[in-house]
Nanobody, 115 residues
Framework: QVQLVESGGGLVQAGGSLRLSCAASGTIFSRSSMGWYRQAPGKERDVVAS???????AYAGSVKGRFTISRDNAKNTVYLQMNALKPEDTAVYYC?????????WGQGTQVTVSS
């Protein structure tokens, strides 16, 4: 069983930065694709960024150039560096692990950007 624990959320002013972390238990992390999703009140959960086991990254258009996803396989951790934050980035951010058709989710961390 895989457990994902996110951290790093909080309250920040527009234009500021935050770095989210997601630590995974188990032994499949290095072979898994990882992603960050977010869900704002009243909206669907959408993908923000993803990174494959080989290190290939992809981003939603709304965050491209501002957010950076990375991973440290030695620490079983994936990161999301968020710069130039905007009020519309306010949401609960979730970590996702995909491995052989199975998906695992963290509990989420709140990010609030004030204007």
């Amino acid at each position: 069983q895989v457990q994902l624990v996110e951290s790093g959320g909080g309250l920040v002013q527009a234009g500021g930065s935050l770095r989210l972390s997601c630590a995974a238990s188990g032994t499949i992390f290095s072979r898994s694709s990882m992603g960050w999703y977010r869900q704002a009140p009243g909206k669907e959960r959408d993908v923000v960024a993803s990174i494959t086991s080989g290190g290939y990254t992809a981003y939603a258009g709304s965050v491209k150039g501002r957010f950076t996803i990375s991973r440290d396989n030695a620490k079983n951790t994936v990161y999301l560096q968020m710069n130039a934050l905007k009020p519309e980035d306010t949401a609960v951010y979730y970590c996702n692990l995909m491995y052989v058709g199975s998906a695992y989710w963290g509990q989420g961390t709140q990010v609030t950007v004030s204007s």
